[in-house]
């Protein structure tokens, strides 16, 4: 999930940039590896078919903050209301933690064996998430301009050895996957990449506002995340169909980059952390803008350590269907307002309760679904149920005010 600070140059080619650099991430390539036990050729269309998809969602998310010039909890408003953003603002915060302690878990992993390969020294992976977990803190304090330049480094770094990683694995015509987990449907592994496009729709439009050409532009941001992202999960889905194994510290060592390639992650879990930090405490501070955003991010650093200490990676396919579960059913609530009702019924309200209503059905529905998963994933079909029914209940409400306005 790397990233760049947005720049002060918001051309389409910049901005696109900043989307490429976020796919380049360990996540995304360790999630490729779950889709091993389809195969090369079934893992790899999984990966086309749910990037497709994916993308489209995310272009809408977008193209909304471009049209209005607005942020993603602006463009919320629109459809919930002041309160509903602030909800928003909340979920999103709670995500951006869980990945700042996924990425975290990761790391420390990681370091682990990096340490107990080359100094035989035992394994404490508590005290390797401690420090690699309140490691940013020290960034929270630096300046953006050193922050930024150390993270387009190591995004380079990690893109270059994970193109290395790939050349041997993807293009092998070995395929060892008789020890990997066989649950894995086509539609869940469409699910997966889904909810990894899903997981950003909360913050795209906080670049795509500032584009000047607003459809070409936010297209290109969505091509260039899509195009990065494919490659990482191609990578991640060659490389344990190669191997036979999913861990992707493993992989990396079997690889032959050896500590090169435990250093780049180690560095790109530190550099996404503190993005993420960043990113949360700045919901937070839009929650009650009393709060200083340096001591919120601090504050967000220390639990997401310490979530990390008491998860395990076991909980992370899960983490992604809630990612999945929890914003699929509320932007396809801000689609069919913003698309079909463009907003004109509750303009000036505090909150929507019927939109919070839609969200929570929609929420639910996706949870009892999951594992009834149709081969394009679960998602769409639950968007478009909800918009659907959000846009009925809307002309109801539209013709009822109508009636009653003729009447007196």
């Known amino acids: 999930m790397s990233t760049f600070f947005t720049s002060t140059n918001n051309s389409s080619f910049n901005v ?7 796919a380049v991430s360990v996540a995304e390539i360790m999630t490729g590896t779950f889709l091993a036990a389809l195969g090369m050729k079934n893992g790899f269309l999984a990966i086309l078919v749910g990037h497709v998809i994916g993308g489209i969602i995310l272009y809408l998310a977008g193209i909304i903050g471009a049209n209005k010039r607005c942020s993603a ?15 928003f603002s909340l979920l999103n915060t709670i995500q951006l933690i869980g990945w700042t302690s996924i990425m975290t878990i990761i790391g420390a992993q990681a370091f682990n064996k990096l340490m107990a390969s080359l100094w ?24 953006m301009d050193f ?5 387009k480094v190591v995004m380079l770094c990690l893109l270059l050895a994970s193109l290395y990683l790939g050349f041997g694995a993807v293009v092998s015509a070995n395929e060892v996957v008789t020890s990997l987990d066989e649950s894995m449907s086509f539609g869940m592994a469409v699910e997966l990449n889904i909810a990894m496009c899903l997981s950003w729709m909360p913050v795209i439009s906080d670049y795509t506002r500032t584009l000047k050409n607003q459809s070409t532009g936010t297209l290109s941001c969505v091509v260039a995340y899509c195009f990065g992202s494919i490659l990482m999960y191609t990578i991640g889905l060659g490389s344990a169909v190669h191997y036979g194994i999913t861990d992707i510290c493993d992989i990396f ?14 560095l790109s879990t530190v550099t996404t952390n503190f ?4 990113s949360s405490s700045i919901c937070l501070n839009h929650i009650s803008n009393q ?15 310490l979530l990390a200490i008491f998860l395990s990676m076991e909980q992370y396919e899960t983490f992604l269907y809630f990612i999945a579960a929890t914003f699929a059913p509320l932007f396809a609530i801000a689609f069919s307002e913003y698309f079909f009702s463009h907003n004109i019924y509750h303009q000036n309200s ?12 929609g929420f639910i529905a996706y949870e009892l679904l999951i594992d009834y998963s149709t081969f394009i994933g679960i998602t769409v079909p639950v968007m478009l149920a909800i918009a659907i029914i959000n846009i009925f209940v809307n002309q109801l409400i539209g013709a009822k005010r109508f009636s009653l306005n003729k009447r007196y």
């Open 73 to 87: 909890s602006e463009s919320i408003n629109l459809s919930f209301g002041k309160l509903g953003s602030v909800s």
């Open 120 to 143: 035989n020294i035992g394994e404490n992976t508590i005290l390797w998430t401690i420090i690699i977990g309140l490691f940013p803190c020290i960034w929270i304090f630096s300046t």
């Open 147 to 151: 922050v930024s330049k150390i993270n």
């Open 16 to 22: 696109s940039l900043i989307w490429f650099g976020t």
């Open 350 to 361: 505090i909150i929507t309760g019927k939109n919070c209503l839609l969200w929570l059905i």
């Open 291 to 305: 709060l200083d955003v340096k001591y919120t991010a601090f504050f967000v650093c220390i639990i997401s350590t």
């Open 253 to 266: 060592m079997l690889s032959g980059l050896g500590v090169i390639s435990l250093v780049v992650i180690l």
């Open 275 to 278: 993005i993420t930090i960043n």
